[in-house]
């Protein structure tokens, strides 16, 4: 047996996690990454045309500057910028800069949701390039100027991309997965940018190094604070109640609602409940096949609210959006999580407003750090806006 193997498509060298056929090995950690891989080809410098009906703030037209130079000189990046900052508009400068060097361009994400919203979003804004997405069941086209990918179909490009756009980071299941991160790291051969919101620690740390870099950006483009969440508290009997009160109140101001709940079991059980009383809505989460056509038929407002699991925290953009976090105090409600699912509210110019409610029966530090957090970056916005 070679104890010294090391896995091509990985970099996995855990003899725990290799095993052999007929005494050659074979690696168990990434066994079900199966499929077509794209054979690099010589590509030539390209116009990229940037089509916006809008102009960046000030802040973005800075950070975009700052990324393009940083590429320019090799260094990757970590942009640390609140929910709602617009990362995607940060990005397109520099996305236009690496195509007309005739740049292989990546910008990837964790989940595939996020991954098919971006890829409608770019194919507008780069309507002169070619731009594919490619995820689980969507593999015929791999290659474009932009190729807009889940994190899992990185495994398909060897050292294919010079650029590399990562947003997302701190999302599951890219978060702490070493086997996503090593693939991210062979399909590369250039340089990166990683985006999000609320990066951990941890990566935060590993950007402060010499030759790396962080830029941050603690407002929205609208320049309006972060919805602050509200905390109701009651003993577990009642919180349904409370719920079905507040989601009322909101459907007769005709505000759509996303009520989220935090298992899968849990959101379909508060959809069934609220179904009784107030049949205008539906659900989704992850195995929910069709979650696709509701979610544009809730955004034409087919549905005056979703239940939904936290499938919706990243990504999602919907005007007017209210938002009511059901059992807030549930362990898989991070910090983090919170903050982006806090983030969905007032993401529009026109609707830079609404509620953001924790529904609980206890108190978390996970909430409280939460609401600490969106009041630190507010705090920030109000100093920028005082030094205008």
Same mark, same amino acid.
């Given at each position: 047996?070679?104890?010294?193997?090391?896995?091509?498509? +990985?970099?996995?060298?855990?003899?725990?996690?290799?095993?052999?056929?007929?005494?050659?090995?074979? +690696?168990?950690?990434?066994? *079900? #990454?199966?499929?077509?891989?794209?054979?690099?080809?010589?590509?030539?410098?390209?116009?990229?045309?940037?089509?916006?009906?809008?102009?960046?703030?000030?802040?973005?037209?800075?950070?975009?500057?700052?990324?393009?130079?940083?590429?320019?000189? %090799?260094?990757?990046?970590?942009?640390?910028? =609140?929910?709602?900052?617009?990362?995607?508009?940060?990005?397109?400068?520099?996305? $236009?800069?690496?195509?007309?060097?005739?740049?292989?361009?990546?910008?990837?994400?964790?989940?595939?949701?996020? +991954?098919?919203?971006?890829?409608?979003?770019?194919?507008?804004? #780069?309507?002169?390039?070619? =731009?594919?997405?490619?995820? %689980? %069941?969507?593999? *015929?086209?791999?290659?474009?100027?932009?190729?807009?990918?889940?994190?899992? $179909?990185?495994?398909?490009?060897?050292?294919?991309?010079?650029?590399?756009?990562?947003?997302?980071?701190?999302?599951?299941? #890219? /978060?702490?997965?070493?086997?996503?991160?090593?693939?991210?790291?062979?399909?590369? +051969?250039?340089?990166?940018?990683?985006?999000?919101?609320?990066? @951990?620690?941890?990566?935060?740390?590993?950007?402060?190094?010499?030759?790396?870099?962080?830029?941050?950006?603690?407002?929205?483009?609208?320049?309006?604070?972060?919805?602050?969440?509200?905390?109701?508290?009651?003993?577990?009997?009642?919180? #349904?109640?409370?719920?079905?009160?507040?989601?009322?109140?909101?459907?007769?101001? /005709?505000?759509?609602?996303?009520?989220?709940? @935090?298992?899968?079991?849990?959101?379909?059980?508060?959809?069934?409940?609220?179904?009784?009383?107030? @049949? *205008?809505?539906?659900?989704?989460?992850?195995?929910?096949?069709?979650?696709?056509?509701?979610?544009?038929?809730?955004?034409?407002?087919?549905?005056?609210?979703?239940?939904?699991?936290?499938?919706?925290?990243?990504?999602?953009?919907?005007?007017?959006?209210? =938002?009511?976090?059901?059992?807030?105090?549930?362990?898989?409600?991070?910090?983090?999580?919170? =903050?982006?699912?806090?983030?969905?509210?007032?993401?529009?110019?026109?609707?830079?407003?609404?509620?953001?409610?924790?529904?609980?029966?206890?108190?978390? /530090?996970?909430?409280?750090?939460?609401?600490?957090?969106?009041?630190?970056?507010?705090?920030?916005? $109000?100093?920028?806006? *005082?030094?205008?």
């Amino acid at each position: 047996m070679n104890d010294s193997f090391v896995c091509p498509v +990985c970099g996995n060298r855990d003899i725990n996690s290799i095993g052999y056929i007929h005494g050659k090995p074979y +690696c168990r950690m990434c066994i *079900s #990454f199966k499929g077509e891989e794209v054979e690099k080809k010589h590509s030539y410098p390209k116009k990229a045309p940037i089509f916006l009906n809008y102009e960046l703030s000030i802040e973005q037209e800075s950070l975009s500057d700052d990324l393009v130079e940083n590429y320019k000189k %090799g260094i990757d990046t970590l942009v640390y910028a =609140v929910t709602g900052s617009g990362k995607t508009e940060i990005s397109l400068q520099l996305i $236009q800069y690496a195509i007309n060097c005739g740049e292989k361009v990546a910008f990837a994400l964790p989940r595939r949701d996020v +991954c098919i919203e971006l890829y409608n979003r770019l194919k507008d804004i #780069f309507k002169e390039n070619s =731009v594919t997405s490619v995820y %689980g %069941g969507h593999t *015929s086209h791999l290659e474009g100027d932009i190729v807009v990918l889940t994190t899992h $179909q990185l495994y398909r490009y060897k050292r294919y991309f010079s650029l590399i756009i990562l947003d997302e980071i701190d999302a599951f299941p #890219f /978060k702490d997965n070493k086997v996503l991160y090593a693939m991210f790291l062979e399909s590369l +051969c250039g340089h990166y940018v990683m985006m999000s919101a609320t990066p @951990p620690a941890e990566t935060i740390s590993f950007f402060s190094k010499k030759g790396k870099d962080i830029l941050s950006l603690q407002t929205r483009f609208h320049r309006h604070p972060l919805p602050t969440p509200i905390i109701f508290l009651s003993k577990k009997p009642l919180l #349904f109640l409370m719920l079905a009160r507040k989601l009322d109140e909101f459907i007769k101001n /005709k505000k759509p609602v996303f009520v989220f709940a @935090p298992t899968i079991e849990e959101c379909e059980l508060t959809y069934h409940m609220l179904n009784l009383i107030m @049949p *205008s809505g539906n659900y989704v989460h992850s195995k929910r096949e069709n979650r696709k056509e509701i979610i544009s038929a809730f955004r034409k407002g087919a549905f005056t609210y979703l239940v939904t699991t936290s499938v919706l925290e990243r990504g999602v953009t919907v005007k007017d959006l209210q =938002v009511i976090v059901y059992h807030a105090d549930h362990d898989l409600y991070t910090s983090g999580v919170l =903050v982006q699912i806090a983030g969905r509210v007032g993401r529009k110019i026109d609707a830079p407003e609404g509620e953001v409610i924790y529904l609980a029966c206890k108190k978390t /530090k996970e909430m409280e750090e939460s609401i600490r957090n969106i009041k630190e970056s507010n705090k920030a916005l $109000q100093n920028l806006l *005082s030094r205008d």
